[in-house]
C-alpha cells in the first residue's frame, strides 16, 4: 500500500467539479476510453457524503444493524492480507495487498449503489478493473464462473459467531460478468483507503447488480465451472438468486423494487433497470429470462 498515489479529498473535489461540467456520459464505455478518473453516474447524482459512506453500512461479519459495522470493525487486522487465486487458471498465485497495488493502475470510479433493501448511495470509489486483475492469471476455457470468498475470522468478526449466515460469506460473477468493464475492485473512497467497515482492504463493486453481490474483505478468489453457490442463496433461495441485477419488475418478496431512497435525499426516486447501467450490459442477459433468473 506504501507507493499507492491517490488523490487527496480536497484535489479530488475539485477535480469532480470539473467533470461535472465536462460530464464523460455512461454510454461512452469501452475499455480504451476509460481515464484514471470516470463517473459511472450522471449530473443528477451527488456523490454521497463521505460520512454517510462509512457509517451506514451492511457488513454482517460485525452486526445486523447498520451502525454495527462502524462500531465493531476495528477489530479486523488488515495488515498484513493476502489474497489467494487459483481454481481453474494457468497461474494460481497468493499476493500480499503490496503485490496487488504493483500488479494493478489505481484509478477511480463514480458509481450508483443500490442495495436490494431499497436504498441506494452514489460512490466515488478508487480500485481496478477486475477484468485486468483476473487476466494475470491466466485462466481456463473450461472456467466458466468466478466464486469470492470474505475472510473468515471469528474472534476479529463478531457477527462470525452467530449463525445468521453459514460462514465465511461467498458470492460469485459468471466469467463475462467479472469480465466486464464496469466490473470493478475497490480499494478506497473518496481517495482514501477502504475503512474496514466498507470491507477493507478489498472488495468487489459491479453497479448493475444490487448491493449484496459486493463482496467485502476478500481472501480468496477461484475460477469454477460450476455456478458458486452464494452466501444469500444459500440461506434463502427463494429471496435471492444468483444474477440479481438491480430490475424495477421484479419485486423481492419483502420489498418492492419500484423505487428506491437515496441516502441524504427526502423523495424516493424511481429505480433504473440495471441501475442505469442497461447500455452496458443489455447482452450479458439478451437470452435470459429476466423474471426466473433473478
Ligand atoms: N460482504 C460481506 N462479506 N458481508 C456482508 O454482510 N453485505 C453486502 C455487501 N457485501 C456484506 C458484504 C450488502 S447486503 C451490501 S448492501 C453491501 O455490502 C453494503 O456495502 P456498504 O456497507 O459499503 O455500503
Same mark, same amino acid.
Given at each position: ?49 463521505? $460520512? ?86 491466466? @485462466?481456463?476455457?473450461? =472456467? ?23 460462514? @465465511? ?8 460478468? =467479472?469480465?466486464?468493464? &464496469? ?10 483507503? &477502504? &475503512?474496514?467497515?466498507?470491507? =477493507? ?78 447500455? $452496458? ?14
Amino acid at each position: 500500500m506504501s507507493d499507492l498515489k491517490i488523490t487527496p479529498k480536497s484535489i479530488y473535489l475539485k477535480r469532480r467539479s470539473f467533470i461535472k461540467n465536462s460530464f464523460l456520459g455512461i454510454s461512452s464505455l469501452s475499455l480504451s476510453k476509460f481515464a484514471q478518473f470516470s463517473s459511472f453516474a450522471s449530473q443528477n447524482d451527488k456523490p454521497t457524503s463521505y $460520512e454517510a459512506i462509512t457509517s451506514y453500512n451492511n457488513f454482517y461479519e460485525f452486526g445486523t444493524s447498520k451502525s454495527d459495522p462502524k462500531k465493531n470493525a476495528f477489530r479486523l487486522t488488515t495488515h498484513p492480507w493476502s489474497v489467494e487465486v487459483g481454481g481453474l487458471c494457468r497461474s494460481p498465485k497468493t499476493l500480499d495487498m503490496d503485490d496487488i497495488f504493483k500488479l494493478n493502475k489505481i484509478e477511480e470510479r463514480v458509481y450508483r449503489f443500490r442495495c436490494v433493501e431499497g436504498w441506494s448511495m452514489v460512490i466515488p470509489w478508487t480500485g481496478f478493473s477486475l477484468r485486468d486483475f483476473l487476466l494475470h492469471f491466466e @485462466p481456463d476455457d473450461n =472456467a466458466r464462473y468466478v466464486k469470492f470468498e470474505t475472510l473468515y475470522r471469528p474472534e476479529e468478526m463478531i457477527g462470525q459467531k452467530s449463525n445468521i449466515l453459514d460462514w @465465511p460469506y461467498v458470492e460469485g460473477l459468471r466469467m463475462d460478468e =467479472a469480465m466486464h468493464p &464496469l466490473s470493478f475492485l475497490s480499494t478506497g473512497i473518496y481517495g482514501e483507503s &477502504l &475503512l474496514n467497515q466498507n470491507g =477493507a482492504p478489498l472488495r468487489l463493486v459491479t453497479p448493475w447488480k444490487y448491493g449484496f453481490k459486493s463482496i467485502k474483505s476478500i481472501v480468496k478468489i477461484s475460477f469454477e465451472r460450476d455456478m458458486p453457490l452464494t452466501s444469500w442463496v444459500k440461506s434463502n433461495p427463494k429471496e435471492y438468486g444468483f444474477y440479481s441485477n438491480v430490475n424495477p419488475d421484479v419485486d423481492h418478496p419483502r420489498w418492492s423494487q419500484k423505487t428506491e431512497r437515496r441516502i441524504g435525499e427526502w423523495l424516493r426516486r424511481k429505480t433504473l433497470m440495471y441501475n442505469g447501467y442497461g447500455e $452496458e450490459v443489455n447482452d450479458l442477459y439478451k437470452n435470459m429470462d429476466l423474471k426466473k433468473w433473478f
